[in-house]
Nanobody, 116 residues
Framework: QVQLVESGGGLVQAGGSLRLSCAAS????????LGWYRQAAGNQRELVAR???????NYADSVKGRFTISRDNADNMVYLQMNSLKPEDTAVYYC??????????WGKGTLVTVSS
């Protein structure tokens, strides 16, 4: 089992920045990749950014150049630095761990609200 706890969400004005954190615990050795996903009201959950154990990253086109994902393997943390936030970035942001066995675990999410 892997447990994930997100933090860092909140209310920010358009153009502002936030940094999300996700703390992983449990069977850390089973984790291949960590990612951030988001779900806006009425929309499906979508990938925002993902990082593997080799630090390979991929981003949604909508956040490229504005968001940066990073990983601290020593502390079992993954971060999402979000700059130049837009109202359309408003969503619940979830941390997800992908395991080597092909499974995944989700955190409970943290709400990000960007006001115009």
């Amino acid at each position: 089992q892997v447990q994930l706890v997100e933090s860092g969400g909140g209310l920010v004005q358009a153009g502002g920045s936030l940094r999300l954190s996700c703390a992983a615990s449990g069977r850390i050795s089973s984790i291949n990749a960590l990612g951030w996903y988001r779900q806006a009201a009425g929309n499906q959950r979508e990938l925002v950014a993902r990082i593997t154990t080799l630090s390979t990253t991929n981003y949604a086109d909508s956040v490229k150049g504005r968001f940066t994902i990073s990983r601290d393997n020593a502390d079992n943390m993954v971060y999402l630095q979000m700059n130049s936030l837009k109202p359309e970035d408003t969503a619940v942001y979830y941390c997800r761990a992908d395991t080597w066995a092909g499974g995944n675990y989700w955190g409970k999410g943290t709400l990000v609200t960007v006001s115009s």
